[in-house]
T-cell receptor, first 116, second 115 residues
Framework: AQSVTQPDIHITVSEGASLELRCNYS??????LFWYVQSPGQGLQLLLK??????LVQGIKGFEAEFKRSQSSFNLRKPSVHWSDAAEYFC??????????????FGKGTHLIIQP | DSGVTQTPKHLITATGQRVTLRCSPR?????VYWYQQSLDQGLQFLIQ???????AKGNILERFSAQQFPDLHSELNLSSLELGDSALYFC??????????????FGPGTRLTVL
């Protein structure tokens, strides 16, 4: 079964500084990977996705992520964070095989705090 | 706005009761997924329906059930409620049959509080 690990429960970054959120996955085949963001009291918004092809993917709000198969990682980055980026970030892996449990498998999330 | 709607937004009920959560997917999406988000378990996949039929099951309790209607809206039924069922329940929709092949769009969620 697939799994996702987000090693950092909380991260604090100063406004204007760069950001990297870590995500490691475990899956028996080429994964389909996603990053979602959840603001307080809100649903989940898709930031970006990786299906195949270029391992560096661009998303909304200036975010990007790099898929590294050798490290089983899909880290999220942003060169300069804004106070509005404070939120909970979730990495997820999707399956494309039939049968059994499906649905996205999420990491536990990383809570991003922005310091002024 | 993802285009996925969920009602009600908040639900407060007592232990032992039964509730129904409703979800309308984005126009054109055939798949509906239900997820539960709680502090201790995080985000967990419960069940998926595709074009009216149950397609996949995750960590869904036997006290919970779901269905998808011909107009593609879905309902999640939670019965014999326990305190531990208090959580945020999300619905997500997708055009695809499998979770990996296309992205899912999430609704705003229904916050269930069991007293």
């Amino acid at each position: 079964a697939q799994s996702v690990t987000q090693p950092d429960i909380h991260i604090t970054v100063s406004e204007g500084a760069s950001l990297e959120l870590r995500c490691n996955y475990s899956y028996g085949a080429t994964p389909y990977l996603f990053w979602y963001v959840q603001s307080p009291g809100q649903g989940l918004q898709l930031l970006l996705k990786y299906f195949s092809g270029d391992t560096l993917v661009q998303g909304i709000k200036g975010f990007e992520a790099e898929f590294k198969r050798s490290q089983s990682s899909f880290n999220l980055r942003k060169p300069s964070v804004h106070w509005s980026d404070a939120a909970e970030y979730f990495c997820a892996v999707g399956t494309y095989s039939g049968g059994g449990a499906d649905g996205l498998t999420f990491g536990k999330g990383t809570h991003l705090i922005i310091q002024p | 706005d993802s285009g996925v709607t969920q009602t009600p937004k908040h639900l407060i009920t007592a232990t032992g009761q039964r509730v129904t959560l409703r979800c309308s997917p984005r126009s054109g999406d055939l798949s509906v997924y239900w997820y539960q988000q709680s502090l201790d378990q995080g985000l967990q996949f419960l069940i998926q329906y595709y074009n009216g039929e149950e397609r996949a099951k995750g960590n869904i309790l036997e006290r919970f059930s779901a269905q998808q209607f011909p107009d593609l809206h879905s309902e999640l039924n939670l019965s014999s409620l326990e305190l531990g069922d208090s959580a945020l329940y999300f619905c997500a929709s997708s055009v695809a049959r499998t979770s990996g092949s296309r992205e899912q769009f999430f609704g705003p969620g229904t916050r269930l509080t069991v007293l």
